[in-house]
């Protein structure tokens, strides 16, 4: 059985920086693309980050481009959301996700999620 665990989150000031991370388990992480998606109260979740089976492929939304930095390490199952510039527009509940194939298109094509950890960014 999968399994997608978050942790990470947190409450932070505008302009700081958190890092969250997520381990998969129970299939062979080296075969699938991860993704990092969030979620306000009344909207549609939304992609943040994905990151290819290798790593080498990388998307982020515009939001996020140039502030988010995801990453994997295939030794230990686990990628991470290295978040800078931190601003009040990030708050939301953070998923993450493991894709059904090594790539991430479509980026909504999730397998299984983790429960969701929790950031608030206050100004």
């Known amino acids: 059985q999968v399994q997608v665990v978050e942790s990470g989150g947190g409450s932070v000031q505008a302009g700081d920086s958190l890092i969250l991370s997520c381990t998969a388990t129970?299939?062979?992480?080296?075969?699938?693309?991860m993704g990092w998606f969030r979620q306000v109260p009344g909207k549609v979740r939304e992609i943040v980050a994905a990151?290819?089976?290798?790593?080498?492929?990388?998307y982020y939304s515009d939001s996020v481009k140039g502030r988010f930095i995801i990453s994997r390490d295939n030794t230990k199952y686990t990628i991470d959301l290295q978040m800078n510039s931190l601003e009040p527009e990030d708050t939301a509940v953070y998923y993450c996700?493991?894709?059904?194939?090594?790539?991430?298109?479509?980026?909504?094509?999730?397998?299984?999620w983790g429960q969701g950890t929790q950031v608030t960014v206050s100004s």
């Open positions: 129970g299939r062979n992480f080296v075969s699938y693309a």
């Open positions: 996700g493991q894709y059904g194939t090594g790539t991430y298109y479509p980026l909504t094509d999730i397998d299984y």
């Open positions: 990151i290819s089976w290798s790593g080498q492929g990388r």
